[in-house]
Structure formats: C-alpha cells, structure tokens
C-alpha cells in the first residue's frame, strides 16, 4: 500500500536549518508530484512548495527562497530544505501526493517542527 514517511523535524532556534524527507513506498514514485504541507495549531492547513515528477519546483509560503523541496527519484524521497527559520515556520509538516494514474490522494503522519528560543 502507499506510505509516505516523514523524518527530520524537531525543535530548532529562530535563525536555523532543518532538513525534512519523506520516503515514499508502494507506488511509482518517479511519476508523481510531490507535496509538502503544514499545519500551524489553529490554522489551516497550507502548501508549503511542490515538486513535480521532472523536478519543476515551486515555493507558495516563502519569497526569499529560505525553503528548497527537492527529489532523489532513486531514493523515492522528497525534500525539504529550510533555512533561516522563524517561530511562524513552527508546524506539523506533511508530506502529499496525488497518484497521477488513480486520483487518489495520501498524507504522511506529519513531522513536528519548532522553531523557538
């Protein structure tokens, strides 16, 4: 079945970097866009960035390029990079797709990310 894992949050000072993954298992990876979500307590749940199954990459939450999603299709992993975090970034961070050949959608369990001093 799909499993979408997420590994790499945890708690980080104002200012700092954090690297998330997301192993993909029980589809063809390569073919598919790849999403990673977040979830701020009492927020809704927005896009962070999108990757699409050649690499094309785009950035909804940040401007300044402080977040990178990048994909090892040999790994069947999706990426997230951060930089320069701030306590606003603190979220539960999910990893997304939408299967290209059924329409079915699947969600990571989410990984915890707080940016505090």
């Known amino acids: 079945?799909?499993?979408l894992v997420e590994s790499g949050g945890g708690l980080v000072r104002p200012g700092?970097?954090?690297r998330l993954s997301c192993l993909a298992a029980g589809f063809?990876?390569?073919e598919n866009r790849m999403n990673w979500y977040r979830q701020a307590p009492g927020k809704e749940r927005e896009l962070v960035a999108?990757?699409?199954d050649i690499g094309n990459s785009i950035t909804y939450v940040d401007r300044v390029g402080r977040f990178d999603i990048s994909r090892d299709n040999a790994k069947n992993t999706v990426y997230l990079e951060m930089n320069d975090l701030k306590p606003d970034d603190t979220a539960v961070y999910y990893c997304h797709t939408r299967l290209k050949?059924?329409?079915d959608e699947y969600w990571g369990q989410g990984t915890q990310v707080t940016v505090s001093s």
């Open 1 to 3: 079945q799909v499993q």
């Open 16 to 18: 700092g970097s954090l």
């Open 28 to 30: 063809t990876f390569s």
């Open 50 to 52: 999108s990757i699409t």
């Open 101 to 103: 050949r059924t329409n």
